[in-house]
């Protein structure tokens, strides 16, 4: 069974950094694609970055490349971001979705729908 927990959110000012790290399960998967998305009070849902080990590809939403990473240490999944801006604000989620092995990462994989699995949230609010 997959499971995911996020943690590491918490009230940074503009400008600041935070690390979210999601603890994840998946490792009888095979193939998959990890993500992290955010969604704001009001709005829908957005993909911010992307990992899909069919071909080892991350991506990046635009509104934060440069300023946010994703990376692995065994089976915890981080989102580094610095430089927060206020727009940045919302809930993030960790979230699994199974991928064929003939899948290849793009930039689709920003999107919702290709994902399964989601942990319960952790909110981020960027403010002076």
């Known amino acids: 069974q997959v499971q995911l927990v996020e943690s590491g959110g918490g009230l940074v000012q503009p400008g600041g950094s935070l690390r979210l790290s999601c603890v994840t399960s998946i490792s009888t998967l095979g193939y998959y694609a990890i993500g992290w998305f955010r969604q704001a009070p009001g709005k829908e849902r957005e993909g911010v970055s992307a990992?899909?080990?069919?071909?080892?590809t991350t991506y990046y939403a635009d509104s934060v490349k440069g300023r946010f990473t994703m990376s692995r240490d065994k089976n915890i999944r981080y989102l580094q971001m610095d430089s927060l801006k206020p727009e940045d604000t919302g809930i993030y989620y960790c979230?699994?979705?199974?991928?064929?092995?003939?899948?290849?990462?793009?930039?689709?994989?920003?999107?919702?729908?290709?994902?399964?699995?989601w942990g319960q949230g952790t909110q981020v609010t960027v403010s002076s």
């Open positions: 979230a699994v979705g199974r991928r064929r092995w003939a899948d290849v990462g793009s930039p689709k994989d920003l999107t919702s729908s290709g994902y399964t699995y």
């Open positions: 990992f899909v080990n069919t071909d080892d």
